[in-house]
Structure formats: C-alpha cells, structure tokens
C-alpha cells in the first residue's frame, strides 16, 4: 500500500516557475514507476511526466517537455515536478501516482497506475 500526498500548487503569473512535491508512504517506494497527470475543468485527465523507479529514465508529454523536469529523491520516499515557463493552458488539478510497471509500458494511460493522491490545483494567471 502506498499513500500519496501532493504539495505545492498555488497562483502564478503566466512565465512563471512552481515545484511540485508528491510524499509518499511505505517503504517500497522507490520500487516504483512515478507519474504526474493533470486534469483541467471538463477535461479528462492527461499524462504530464513519469520517471522511473532509480530517476534513470524520464518519459513527457509533448505539451510539457523543455518546460517541465521530473525528479525525485527515494531517500526522502518523494517525487517532484519542477513546471518552468506556465502558460494558461497549464491550469489545472495535478496529481500524482504510483505503478508497478516499467517505465517502457503505456505509462501515459491512467489505467496502469495502482495509487493516486488526491491532488493540488495549480492556476497560472495570464
């Protein structure tokens, strides 16, 4: 069982920066394959980013990439998401979430994960 809580979200001004963080619970975090996903009003949800089990691979959303960078810290049980450059069409719920698959698998699809946390709302103000 692994327990998610993201932190961080918040107003920002178009152009500017925000770090996520996602603290996880129990001691087999750093088994698994991490993702950020967002959800806009009256969207569905959508992949952001995904990095693997020991931060070696990272995998993003092509509307992201070059803006945003995932990490994380095993030691610290955490995963962020740096987000560098917002845009309105950043606004939105994001979350993150947990799976046992490799980072090579359909990690894009919702579907494949096993844990979610409840998310944090970031407004990016034009």
């Known amino acids: 069982q692994v327990q998610l809580v993201e932190s961080g979200g918040g107003l920002v001004q178009t152009g500017g920066s925000l770090r996520l963080s996602c603290a996880a619970s129990g001691r087999t975090f750093s088994t698994y394959t991490m993702g950020w996903f967002r959800q806009a009003p009256g969207k569905e949800r959508e992949f952001v980013a995904a990095?693997?089990?020991?931060?070696?691979?990272?995998y993003y959303a092509r509307s992201v990439k070059g803006r945003f960078t995932i990490s994380r810290d095993n030691a610290k049980n955490t995963v962020y998401l740096q987000m560098n450059t917002l845009k309105a069409e950043d606004t939105a719920v994001y979350s993150c979430a947990a799976t046992s698959v490799g980072l090579g698998s359909n990690v894009e699809r919702t579907i494949v994960y096993n844990y979610w946390g409840q998310g944090t709302q970031v407004t990016v103000s034009s």
């Open positions: 990095i693997s089990w020991n931060g070696g691979d990272t």
